[in-house]
């Protein structure tokens, strides 16, 4: 399985970037799909992410600027970033939940991550 993340970038303050990320491999199921940041010094940290079925969780300090979509049926999970600040400056990385056959537990999976720089 591998994660292919795309969309990072530099930014000013109040500018939008979009994240993407596809999922490619071996696939029985992806229970959950999204994002999550480390700035410099600083933990990895979730910033959202959506299951299968649609339910979403999202970081407080993003709420209301980031979006995070998927498409099931293409293995792909979105991050538009609107209004971002300098603190969203991070290293993105996409995760996901899949299960690679119906016998299997299902695994954590990582990509390398995008860098998103944001300038004031």
């Known amino acids: 399985v591998q994660l292919q993340a795309s969309g990072g970038g530099l930014v000013q303050a109040g500018g939008s970037l979009r994240l993407s990320c596809s999922a490619s491999g071996t696939i029985f199921s992806i229970e959950f799909m999204g994002w999550y940041r480390q700035a410099p010094g600083k933990e990895r940290e979730l910033v959202a992410t959506q299951s299968s079925g649609g339910s979403t969780n999202i970081a407080d300090s993003v709420k209301g600027r980031f979006t995070i979509s998927r498409d099931n049926a293409k293995k792909t999970v979105s991050l538009q970033m609107n209004s971002l600040k300098p603190e969203d400056t991070a290293v993105y990385y996409c995760?996901?939940?899949?299960?690679?056959?119906?016998?299997?537990?299902?695994?954590?999976?990582w990509g390398k991550g995008t860098q998103v720089t944001v300038s004031s």
């Open positions: 995760n996901a939940v899949i299960r690679t056959s119906v016998v299997n537990s299902a695994g954590i999976y």
